[in-house]
T-cell receptor, first 113, second 114 residues
Framework: SQQGEEDPQALSIQEGENATMNCSYKTSINNLQWYRQNSGRGLVHLILIRSNEREKHSGRLRVTLDTSKKSSSLLITASRAADTASYFCATDPPQGGSEKLVFGKGTKLTVNP | DGGITQSPKYLFRKEGQNVTLSCEQNLNHDAMYWYRQDPGQGLRLIYYSQIVNDFQKGDIAEGYSVSREKKESFPLTVTSAQKNPTAFYLC?????????????FGPGTRLTVT
């Protein structure tokens, strides 16, 4: 079953603009992770935020987590054409343990040069 | 160069044939996973293994089988019982010591069954 639901399903922006993607989930979590997937490739881990954290930064990435709303957002600032990819959130339900991440369907981001 | 390798990148099979997808890692990770990804969809867990000689079914294990005889290797067999085997298959691994929850993914194998 898929717990995370990303929104929007697709996003198209111009280079230099910021991109914001949202993830909502249904049950309580230990951690929430964001992954990136280039077309036809494997996923690459971007950032993890723990349930007791509210915001985390990594380079041009900013992730927020609101456990009361069961939602997270990923902000990519000053986007580049190379950021074009699909972005997935993955949750770590307490009953499943970190061995069983549950992935959403992803947001497909297109950054136009 | 540490990482996960999957081979082959593309695989074509006739309906009714079993096929085995390879996954090897040199990250010294205890846990390994197989996911299936269909177009425009997220990842669905097929099987996972937390330790050698042990594995558990994921959400969509029917029609698939795995083995974990070595720490480095976690091959997936897609059997003829799998009703709709054409998909993109991803293998991943992770450490179990809770120092990191991150999963490391291979490049994937695209299986086409006709």
């Amino acid at each position: 079953s898929q717990q995370g639901e990303e929104d929007p399903q697709a996003l198209s922006i111009q280079e230099g603009e910021n991109a914001t993607m949202n993830c909502s989930y249904k049950t309580s979590i230990n951690n929430l992770q964001w992954y990136r997937q280039n077309s036809g490739r494997g996923l690459v881990h971007l950032i993890l935020i723990r349930s007791n954290e509210r915001e985390k930064h990594s380079g041009r990435l900013r992730v927020t987590l609101d456990t009361s709303k069961k939602s997270s957002s990923l902000l990519i600032t000053a986007s580049r054409a190379a950021d074009t990819a699909s972005y997935f959130c993955a949750t770590d339900p307490p009953q499943g343990g970190s061995e069983k991440l549950v992935f959403g369907k992803g947001t497909k981001l297109t950054v136009n040069p | 160069d540490g990482g996960i390798t999957q081979s082959p990148k593309y695989l074509f099979r006739k309906e009714g044939q079993n096929v085995t997808l390879s996954c090897e890692q040199n990250l010294n990770h205890d846990a390994m996973y197989w996911y299936r990804q269909d177009p425009g969809q997220g990842l669905r867990l097929i099987y996972y293994s937390q330790i050698v000689n042990d594995f558990q079914k994921g959400d969509i294990a029917e029609g698939y089988s795995v083995s974990r005889e070595k720490k480095e290797s976690f091959p997936l067999t897609v059997t003829s019982a799998q009703k709709n085997p054409t998909a993109f298959y991803l293998c991943a691994s992770s450490a179990r010591d809770r120092s990191s929850y991150e999963q490391y993914f291979g490049p994937g194998t695209r299986l086409t069954v006709t």
